[in-house]
């Protein structure tokens, strides 16, 4: 019955990004829909509340197509990091990690996996945020630099997937990820400037926001959108590029030397 | 012939204490091999160690010639794991399940070999039912199926039969000594005694992280081949006190080597006037011979 070495010669990874694909989707109402009515919400309270009162970009965009991008981003980072977050979490907690621990697979292989499909649902997401939004501000279709966007999107997606591969992995129980979540992924992306520009806030917190890496994600997403920004945009591709090479690098040497994973 | 699994020096400290303390062992190619010990002993960290769930701090484990970390891709093709734990993952069925499992070792369209798997351990009416919808003894037969998606040559099974029912454990056997038939090393660890004598070859002892014992099954059995007689009384009389292997309540289970020894205990027993309640006697199996290797201070 043995099968010979050359015959099993084949690659695990994708099998393990076509579960993690597979595990969210056979959740989407609450995976994908459920992420989506809640932007939605969102927009329509923010929007509905503050559009008289709020100018952004010197008046040059509406405040609800000035929030769009960032409700679409915010999204977009939040849903990545619960994906890889959950999903490894879950395993650990219900012991069939193992599964995925037994067979070959790679550091880079197991990396990618998880990574891809927590970044394809925070994509799907996403793009679901900005097709149900668009009814309330058209003028957001009109990309004006479309690359940028789709760039922004992936270095965000990619980071927070990557920082969900390193929270799951670190949480004993789901108190701990919550905690995780709730006093840094949350707070990081509230006060990235999705709600607002940063110019409307004080000096300090203005200063405080530029130490924040979520704020270069959101301000370079958008610029994709209007080609106006708060910074400018270049600067945010190279501080959200930088972070996400040595984010990747470490979490991928964590998983080399199997942190918390092989005792 | 390279050894199916060989285990030198192999140590593993959790804190204070030796899960494994210098371990040596080897396995040979089509062995039926029983890995025997009380809770704690460090069976379940040598098999994570086998398996590369769990890293050594000291020595070396091969898999047919390949080390589990050097070459642990090549390793872990060679090995299945039925891993102690009742997991599986609640989202898929079980086909979703032994399919996927499949994919992780790089084997695609594998449904022939699926279907033979589920036929022989009588899951195939249920091949498309979720994970969660099975009893413990279907989900503890969909983690054995698991283990030899990927045809493995070496099997290692943790207590694969516990919370299986007689009826399921005997089909289960009768697989598992197929696979063993057909070629596959076979690493089995249990708490049915009866089980591993009646299935493996070759047994080693584990306490405290040592091998205390490692013989055929039968050279166990006769090195410990004996009597034990169980006694319902109120005393053992002083001599024979340090014959007795375990006492519980009025009960006292007490070693001999010979029938005639027997007739000396009663003799003694009616000297000193101890009357009996109640007389069993055995001959030694598996059981008896893990009870004495465990009591002995030497092995300790």
Known sequence: MSAPLGALT????????????????????QTIAAPILTALLYLMIFSHVLSSRVAVFGGQVSYAAFLIPGLVMMSVLQNSFANTSSSLIQSKITGNLIFVLLPPLTPGGFYAAYVLAAMARGLAVGLGVLLVTLWFAPEVAALAHPAWVILFALLGSLI???MGVVGGIWADKFDQLAAFQNFI???????????YSIHSLPPVWQAASHFNPFFYMIDGFRYGFFGLADVPPLRSLAIVGVFAVVLVGVTLNLLARGWKLRH | MTPAVDIRGLARRFGAIDALAGVDLCVAPGEFFGLLGPNGAGKTTLIS????????????VRILGHDVVADYRVARRLIGVVPQELVFDPFFSVRETLRIQSGYFGIRDNDDWIDEILHHLDLTSRAD????????????????????????????????TAGVDVELRQSLWAFIRKLNTDGHTIILTTHYLEE???????????????????????????????LTVRLSVARVPAAWQPRVLREAGPLRWLGLTTYAELEELLAALRRDDIRIDELALTETDLEHAFVRIMADPVAA
Not at chain 1, 14 to 23: A, D, G, H, M, S
Not at chain 2, 49 to 60: E, V
């Open chain 1, 160 to 162: 927070l997937a990557t």
């Open chain 2, 49 to 60: 160690i086998l398996a590369g769930l769990t890293r050594a701090d000291r020595g070396s």
């Open chain 1, 185 to 195: 992924i949350v707070p990081l992306t509230f006060l990235s400037g999705v709600f």
């Open chain 2, 196 to 226: 591993a004598e009646a299935l493996c070859g070759r047994i080693a002892m584990l306490k405290a992280g040592r091998v205390v014992a490692l013989d055929t099954t039968r050279n166990l059995l006769a090195r410990f081949a004996a």
């Open chain 2, 129 to 160: 039912a979720n994970m969660r919808a099975l009893s413990g003894g279907m989900k503890r037969r969909v983690l054995v199926g698991q283990a030899l998606v990927h045809k493995p040559p070496l099997i290692v099974l943790d207590e694969p």
């Open chain 1, 10 to 29: 084949g690659y695990g990874w994708p099998t393990l990004l076509y579960k993690e694909l597979l595990r969210f989707w056979k959740v989407s109402f």
